[in-house]
């Protein structure tokens, strides 16, 4: 009988381990671009973990240390290309003198398009340009690289600032046929004014990558801490060099027509852990981000 009790002690005390992990979804639904902030709340420093969507792996950056709490927090998205469905995030988590936590929990993404397809016309120096594919393929390892940047700083407060005044003219997901042939979904969103138009800095960060480029114009890329990296393009003048630390609202450029263009407008884009995902999503505490 003693026995007994003291198993049945020791099961329950393991099960009390087990639940003082807590992991809270902003959203268990998706729609083309959005994010799902993941949290973790632990008493006990996490030794290990993984945390799985998608077959990728994402981060987890402790943001938050108390006498009794520490808390972690991760962004998960899915690519544009991924078809609609359920998908399973898969949180393993361990910490010292607390039983092992595993847990699915069900994601379903509405990756429905309903944007009507654009088309645009380049100018004929852009469509020259664009014909370049051994510059495509240099910007496009020097972009990837900055988006693969990750800091385990959460340099972002809340809600980002749009980058500049003007109209969306094309946004995040869009499928463009452009007039040399060249068929796209849009990575980001554009808004168009004229040139010269101030371009800021939609939240705080670090300038890990400024370059005159052939193909993408004058392009600045910020890293804001947790993977999440902003990359604007086209620009006229940049402001800010490589390492420089700006913050909310300062000014980074002006809106230009450089690179493959059809006319004057920023290019506005966002990644979270290497995926693109839509920045708009990122403007309003209603997104549940922050």
């Given at each position: 009988?003693?026995?007994r ?13 087990a ?5 809270d ?7 083309l671009?959005?994010v ?8 006990e420093?996490l030794t290990?973990?993984k945390l799985?969507?998608?077959g990728r ?7 938050e240390k108390?006498e009794d709490?520490?808390r ?8 544009r290309?991924k ?10 988590l361990?910490?010292?003198?607390m039983?092992?936590?595993y847990?699915q929990?069900?994601?379903?993404l509405?990756?429905v ?6 088309r645009?016309a ?5 469509k020259k ?7 495509y ?5 020097v972009?990837e690289?900055g ?8 340099r ?6 749009k980058?500049?005044v003007?109209?969306i003219?094309?946004r ?6 452009y007039?040399?042939g ?5 990575a980001?969103?554009d ?17 890990v990558?400024g ?13 804001h801490?947790m993977?999440?990296?902003s ?6 003048t ?5 390492g ?14 450089t690179?493959?263009v059809?006319g ?10 290497n995926?693109?995902v ?10 549940l981000?922050?």
């Open positions: 009988m003693m026995f009790v003291i198993f049945m002690l020791g099961f329950l005390c393991s099960m009390v381990f639940s003082d992990f807590h992991v979804l902003s959203s268990q639904t998706l729609t671009g959005q799902c902030r993941v949290i973790v709340k632990s008493p420093p290990s973990y799985m969507f998608l792996s994402f981060k987890l950056v402790l943001v108390g709490m520490y972690y927090e991760s962004y998960v998205a899915a690519s290309s078809a609609s469905g359920e998908y399973m995030v898969k949180v393993d361990r910490a010292k003198g039983k092992r936590f847990q929990y069900k994601i379903t509405d990756h398009n309903r944007l009507k397809k654009g645009v380049l100018t004929k120096k852009a340009i664009s014909k370049n594919k051994k510059a393929r240099k910007e496009g390892r972009i690289k988006f693969s940047a990750f800091t385990y700083k959460k972002f407060t809340g809600p980002f600032l980058p500049s003007g109209r003219s094309s995040f997901a869009k499928e463009r046929l007039n040399n060249r068929v796209s979904s849009h980001g969103v808004i168009s004014n004229k040139i010269g138009t101030p371009v800021i800095s939609p939240e705080n960060g670090v300038v990558m370059q005159r480029l052939t193909v993408h114009g004058n392009t600045i890329m910020l890293d801490g993977g999440v990296i990359i604007f393009c086209h620009l006229h940049m402001s800010v060099r490589e420089d630390v700006v913050a909310k609202g300062d000014m980074i450029g002006t809106i230009g027509r690179g493959v059809s004057a407008h920023l290019h506005w884009g966002l990644s979270v852990q995926v693109r839509d920045p708009l999503h990122w403007l309003s505490k209603e997104s981000l922050f």
